[in-house]
């Protein structure tokens, strides 16, 4: 059934592509992009806003509350194919699965949303990479191929939302294959290995880039690492600084012939060690941007000037403490949404313990204080 907006769109004098295209480059508009990054899978069994009104899923969500349109397209830039995804065996209240990545891991049964117990990987020697990569990491196979005629259907140039293309990941993507603890050891037992499996990695983000630049015009791109956590990055800083970002120099010069300067990569933890060859590889924006494991948005604006942007930064500890602690963050950002190239929505996924109510009252202040009055 069509989904019933609860909320009406906030007043525009600019498309979404011509707001967005303008706040990240610094530049007038007319208010702030209203975009959110989602949601927990418990959010859409427990709000009662979403049982009542049937919203299931993020994209469900996004039309719901009238949000501004904002679309990442991509090709299959991974495993072709993927291992196939099976319940092993049932442990109390617990599932065994092996992944598409490969891993076993133990999940809860009931299939609440939380972080798996990865047990062991299909990848940890440079005999087993060999094996996958030969049956899983094939360049040019028809599963990586995309629809070109479609995508040109669906997201014509005379569109008035923004695109971005998925450039992947270049090492988030080989910890979920290895294991967090997989990785840490391999960069050292086996250097050679990783390293081949980023240049792999580099490899089918190419070929997709070469397919899709040509095709379509995009308004940025938009990649995914998650190689941090509270204590900094889980690779070494000169591993990164000496493997992946030459690795983003190539991707950002295949943008650059095509007109895109803006590239954001969903990064959580604290990014700040390896921040400088993230934007000298040509990264230049933040997505969701995690507050309390690294540091408010403004801290990093201080440091970096008008060369970062940043999406999202607004602490969720803050939207599940209340409406006095929602008022003094967003009071906290207006400094950052003045000065552009920030895009304010909660730091990750909205957690099921903030209410529903503040919430609401969330979006409204934040429609009061970033959209036309």
């Given at each position: 059934?069509?989904?019933?907006?609860?909320?009406?769109?906030w007043k525009s004098e600019m498309t979404d592509r011509?707001?967005?295209?303008?706040?990240?480059?610094?530049k007038p508009v007319d208010r702030c992009f209203n975009?959110?990054?989602?949601?927990?899978?418990?959010?859409?069994?427990?709000?009662?806003?979403?049982?009542?009104?049937?919203?299931?899923?993020?994209?469900?969500?996004?039309?719901?509350?009238?949000?501004?349109?904002?679309?990442?397209?991509?090709?299959?830039?991974?495993?072709?194919?993927?291992?196939?995804?099976?319940?092993?065996?049932?442990?109390?209240?617990?599932?065994?699965?092996?992944?598409?990545?490969?891993?076993?891991?133990?999940?809860?049964?009931?299939?609440?949303?939380?972080?798996?117990?990865?047990?062991?990987?299909?990848?940890?020697?440079?005999?087993?990479?060999?094996?996958?990569?030969?049956?899983?990491?094939?360049?040019?196979?028809?599963?990586?191929?995309?629809?070109?005629?479609?995508?040109?259907?669906?997201?014509?140039?005379?569109?008035?939302?923004?695109?971005?293309?998925?450039?992947?990941?270049?090492?988030?993507?080989?910890?979920?294959?290895?294991?967090?603890?997989?990785?840490?050891?391999?960069?050292?037992?086996?250097?050679?290995?990783?390293?081949?499996?980023?240049?792999?990695?580099?490899?089918?983000?190419?070929?997709?880039?070469?397919?899709?630049?040509?095709?379509?015009?995009?308004?940025?791109?938009?990649?995914?690492?998650?190689?941090?956590?509270?204590?900094?990055?889980?690779?070494?800083?000169?591993?990164?600084?000496?493997?992946?970002?030459?690795?983003?120099?190539?991707?950002?010069?295949?943008?650059?012939?095509?007109?895109?300067?803006?590239?954001?990569?969903?990064?959580?933890?604290?990014?700040?060690?390896?921040?400088?060859?993230?934007?000298?590889?040509?990264?230049?924006?933040?997505?969701?941007?995690?507050?309390?494991?690294?540091?408010?948005?403004?801290?990093?604006?201080?440091?970096?000037?008008?060369?970062?942007?940043?999406?999202?930064?607004?602490?969720?500890?803050?939207?599940?403490?209340?409406?006095?602690?929602?008022?003094?963050?967003?009071?906290?950002?207006?400094?950052?949404?003045?000065?552009?190239?920030?895009?304010?929505?909660?730091?990750?996924?909205?957690?099921?313990?903030?209410?529903?109510?503040?919430?609401?009252?969330?979006?409204?202040?934040?429609?009061?204080?970033?959209?036309?009055?």
């Amino acid at each position: 059934m069509p989904i019933t907006p609860i909320r009406r769109p906030w007043k525009s004098e600019m498309t979404d592509r011509e707001r967005f295209n303008a706040q990240m480059h610094y530049k007038p508009v007319d208010r702030c992009f209203n975009m959110e990054f989602g949601y927990w899978n418990e959010n859409f069994s427990e709000w009662k806003l979403f049982t009542d009104n049937g919203i299931k899923n993020n994209a469900d969500a996004d039309i719901f509350f009238a949000f501004d349109r904002l679309y990442s397209i991509g090709a299959n830039v991974w495993m072709d194919p993927p291992f196939p995804h099976r319940v092993l065996e049932r442990r109390g209240d617990k599932n065994i699965l092996q992944n598409g990545d490969g891993l076993l891991a133990e999940v809860p049964a009931d299939g609440h949303d939380t972080i798996p117990h990865y047990m062991k990987s299909s990848v940890v020697t440079p005999d087993d990479w060999a094996r996958v990569k030969k049956e899983r990491f094939q360049r040019g196979t028809p599963g990586r191929k995309p629809d070109l005629e479609a995508l040109r259907e669906q997201y014509p140039d005379s569109r008035e939302f923004p695109i971005v293309v998925n450039t992947g990941s270049m090492i988030g993507k080989i910890r979920d294959m290895l294991t967090f603890e997989g990785l840490a050891y391999a960069c050292f037992d086996y250097p050679e290995m990783v390293e081949d499996m980023v240049e792999t990695c580099c490899r089918l983000v190419e070929d997709e880039l070469d397919m899709l630049l040509p095709a379509i015009q995009f308004d940025g791109a938009a990649g995914w690492e998650d190689i941090c956590f509270k204590n900094g990055p889980i690779v070494t800083v000169p591993f990164f600084r000496d493997v992946v970002m030459p690795r983003y120099k190539r991707i950002r010069k295949k943008l650059e012939s095509y007109g895109i300067d803006l590239w954001y990569v969903d990064c959580d933890g604290d990014v700040r060690p390896i921040l400088p060859y993230m934007m000298e590889g040509g990264i230049n924006c933040l997505f969701p941007f995690e507050v309390n494991s690294c540091a408010h948005p403004s801290e990093l604006f201080a440091e970096f000037g008008q060369e970062l942007r940043i999406m999202g930064g607004f602490d969720k500890m803050a939207l599940g403490a209340g409406r006095d602690a929602i008022d003094r963050y967003m009071e906290s950002i207006i400094p950052c949404v003045k000065r552009g190239g920030y895009i304010p929505f909660c730091d990750h996924r909205c957690p099921p313990n903030v209410k529903e109510e503040d919430y609401l009252y969330y979006l409204d202040l934040k429609e009061k204080t970033f959209g036309i009055h």
